[in-house]
């Protein structure tokens, strides 16, 4: 297994790819960052991701959603999702690798 610095796998989340640590070894977790979209007013009252008071004030306002720069870990064990910011330890890591 190739392993690598924090700046090569940000490239590698650039061009849609998964990465994870070494470190993270065999708890099943890889990181990806999702794709930008943009979600519509005929879209978000149906969302069950977003409570309904949110849907509330954004379809008051602007009312659609833009999904940008956000990253994601992902755990194959259980299927959870969670929003990622790297550590400190993780941007000077350098046991990255591309999860195929």
């Known amino acids: 297994m190739t392993t690598f610095d924090f700046s090569h796998a940000i490239g590698l989340l650039r061009e849609g790819r998964c990465i994870a640590r070494t ?7 890889f990181v990806f960052k999702q794709v930008p979209s943009s979600i519509g007013s005929e ?4 969302m069950q991701s977003v409570p309904q008071k949110a849907k ?3 379809l008051r306002t602007v009312g659609h959603i833009d999904y940008e720069n956000q990253c994601v870990i992902y755990d194959t064990k259980t299927g959870i999702a969670n929003s990622w910011v790297p550590s400190i330890s993780d941007m ?9």
């Open 92 to 100: 000077f890591a350098a046991d990255w690798y591309e999860v195929e």
């Open 43 to 46: 879209i978000i009252p149906k």
């Open 56 to 58: 509330q004030v954004i």
């Open 23 to 29: 470190g993270w070894a065999g708890r099943g977790l």
